[in-house]
């Protein structure tokens, strides 16, 4: 098949599994298109992910492992910009000490910590080398730390007191919800620029390493910090940018409409609230998707590409190669932490323990690996397909379950066996999946050019 065709086929086959699974409840389908739309908010959401980890490894050959802490941080954002301030976190008098309490004291431990590790690096750099520099550079570390705590922790304690079955924290801005997209995309920037002044400069196996590592302390500070976002006791109720469907429902002149399409308003406000969502991740993703495109086919992406193929060569031509790393680096981390921002917003919740590395991680990968990396439009592909499949295989495996034990009594050993198993179909079959597409198609379903 040509590959100008491919590609609207391939496209086309992975739209007719969402419209069958909304119009047909059969086999595997549901046969509800809100659970299409459903499946189909975060098929967009995780191709927006997947453009972005596409962008690291298909422009730059960078090995991330780190996405579900800049997806984090971009739930994060949600909290600190869109909730309401919380009473008394940001009091204006001064404590016994004469330092400002609550969330000032916070911001100010914060400030006196950057300046800590600011000043020993000064140190560590202007000094002249001997055992001066490095008594110089560990007691201001030690000393600082000791009054960074000091300040810090007496902003804790105030902040966390108050109100701490519903509050806790510090609140947000109160500002509209989809303000929190962008600031998401730069909170996971600023983390991306940190990681990678420190780490750009090893080999890819470090760099995955310490992107894991980084991702597992964000999430440890998420839950730990209950100042923060409330830490395990989540932050729940957070703004929409979409109607909720109550006010649908008492709104007469919807209801009469829901009465025309033939639903009930129950299921018309679910469905219209879903489609919101859709039209909203779908725009994201057609401008981060034309952004992708036009750096891609730049002389930047050109000189992007030239560093991926062989570093050495674009060294001697006067490239910096640590340097355009670091830039890739944040801009597809930036769009993950946005994607991260829209998936926390959707679910109304941030909850720090669902950040788990198999579906902000792995699952992210097999998408653009499938999909085809270095190339745009087979990482939302891959986004697309695999996804539907993460949702489709579960009740496959009931199927298959069901198909292979019948006739068989209840609690016979290999039913028993089955049905437990039918649970772990989904990684099972993104093992098969991945296996195929790298024996078969090792550079993907819609291979770069």
């Not at 298909?58 to 492992?65: D, K, Q, W």
């Not at 009054?147 to 801005?173: C, H, M, Q």
């Not at 830490?231 to 919807?254: H, S």
């Not at 039913?415 to 079959?429: E, G, I, N, V």
């Amino acid at each position: 098949m040509k590959t100008s065709m491919r590609t609207p086929l391939l496209f086309v086959a992975v739209a007719a599994l969402f419209i069958l699974e909304g119009s047909t409840n059969w086999w595997i389908f549901s046969g509800s298109w809100t659970a299409a739309l459903g499946i189909l908010n975060m098929a967009l959401l995780s191709a927006i992910m997947a453009l972005g980890v596409n962008m690291q490894w298909g422009y730059a050959g960078l090995f991330n492992t780190g996405i579900m802490g800049f997806a984090a941080l971009g739930g994060l954002a949600t909290v600190l910009v869109g909730t309401q301030p919380t009473a008394g976190a940001f009091p204006w008098e001064l404590g016994a000490d004469g330092l400002p309490q609550g969330g000032w004291r916070i911001l100010m431990g914060l400030a006196f910590g950057a300046l800590t590790i600011a000043a020993a690096i000064f140190a560590q750099r202007r000094l002249p080398k001997g055992r001066m520099r490095g008594l110089s550079t560990l007691a201001i570390i030690v000393v600082g730390f000791f009054v960074y705590r000091w300040i810090f922790d007496g902003g804790v304690e105030l902040v966390e007191k108050i109100n701490p079955a519903t509050s806790g924290n510090i609140g947000g801005l109160g500002l509209p919800i989809i303000v929190s997209w962008p600031v998401g995309g730069l909170f996971a920037a600023a983390a991306a620029w940190v990681i990678g002044k420190t780490a750009l400069g090893l080999r890819s196996d470090y760099l995955a390493i310490a992107t894991l590592g980084i991702a597992e302390i964000i999430i440890a500070v998420l839950k730990n910090e209950d100042w923060l976002a409330r830490g395990v006791k989540n932050i729940i109720g957070l703004p929409r940018p979409v109607a909720y469907e109550v006010n649908l429902q008492a709104d007469p002149a919807f209801v009469e409409r829901a009465a025309n399409w033939g639903l009930d308003p129950a299921t018309a406000s679910t469905i219209w609230v879903k489609l919101s969502y859709s039209v909203l991740f779908a725009a994201v993703l057609i401008v981060v998707m034309v952004g992708a495109q036009l750096a891609l086919n730049s002389p930047w992406g050109r000189m992007m590409r030239a560093i991926r193929d062989n570093e050495t060569a674009a060294e001697a031509m006067g490239k910096n190669v640590t340097r355009r790393h670091l830039h890739i680096f944040i801009i597809g981390s930036a769009v993950c932490g946005i994607a991260g921002a829209m998936a926390t917003t959707m679910d109304g919740v941030l909850n720090p323990g669902a950040y788990q590395p198999l579906r902000y991680t792995f699952l992210i990968w097999v998408m653009v690996i499938v999909g085809g990396s270095g190339n745009n439009w087979g990482a939302v592909l891959g986004g697309f397909l695999i996804w539907w499949l993460w949702n489709a295989v579960e009740p496959l495996g009931i199927w298959l379950s069901n198909i292979l034990t019948v006739g068989l009594p209840d609690g016979n050993w290999f039913k028993t066996s089955m049905q437990d198993a039918a649970a772990h179909f989904r990684l099972f079959t993104m093992g098969i999946i991945l296996l195929v597409v790298l024996r078969f198609s090792p550079r993907g379903l819609i291979p770069e050019k």
